[in-house]
C-alpha cells in the first residue's frame, strides 16, 4: 500500500510558476514509477508526465513538454512537479499516481494502482 498526499496548487496568474509535491508513505517509494494527471471540469482524467523508479527516464505529454518538468526525491519519498509558464489551459486538479508495475511511462489511468487527494491549480488570464 502506498499513501499520496499532494501540495503545491493555487491560484497563478498566466505565465506563472508552481511546483507540486506528491509526499509518499507507506511503502518503499523507489519502487513505484509515478506519474501526474489533471483533470479539469468536465473533461476525463489526462497523463501528464511521468517517471521512472530512478528518476532516469521522464515522460511528458505535447501540451506541458519545455514547460513542466517532473522529478522525484527517493531520500524524501516525494515526486515533484514543476511548472512553468503556465497557461489558463492549464487550470484543473492535479493528482500524483503510483504504479505497482516497475515499467514507466504508462500514460492510462488504469494503469496505476494509488493515487493521492488531488490539488486544484487554477491559472488566471
Known amino acids: 500500500q502506498v499513501h499520496l498526499v499532494e501540495s503545491g496548487g493555487g491560484l497563478v496568474q498566466a505565465g506563472g510558476s508552481l511546483r507540486l509535491s506528491c509526499a509518499a508513505s507507506g511503502s518503499t517509494f523507489s519502487s513505484h514509477p509515478m506519474a501526474w494527471f489533471r483533470q479539469a471540469p468536465g473533461k476525463e482524467r489526462e497523463f501528464v508526465a511521468a517517471?521512472?523508479?530512478?528518476?532516469?527516464?521522464?515522460k511528458y505529454i505535447d501540451s506541458v513538454n519545455g514547460r513542466f518538468s517532473i522529478s522525484r526525491d527517493n531520500v524524501k519519498n516525494t515526486a515533484y512537479l514543476q511548472m512553468n509558464s503556465l497557461k489558463p489551459e492549464d487550470t484543473a486538479v492535479y493528482y500524483c499516481a503510483a504504479a505497482s508495475l516497475t515499467t514507466w511511462g504508462r500514460a492510462r489511468a488504469s494503469d496505476y494502482d494509488y493515487w493521492g487527494q488531488g490539488t486544484q491549480v487554477t491559472v488566471s488570464s
Open positions: 517517471i521512472s523508479r530512478t528518476g532516469e527516464g521522464t
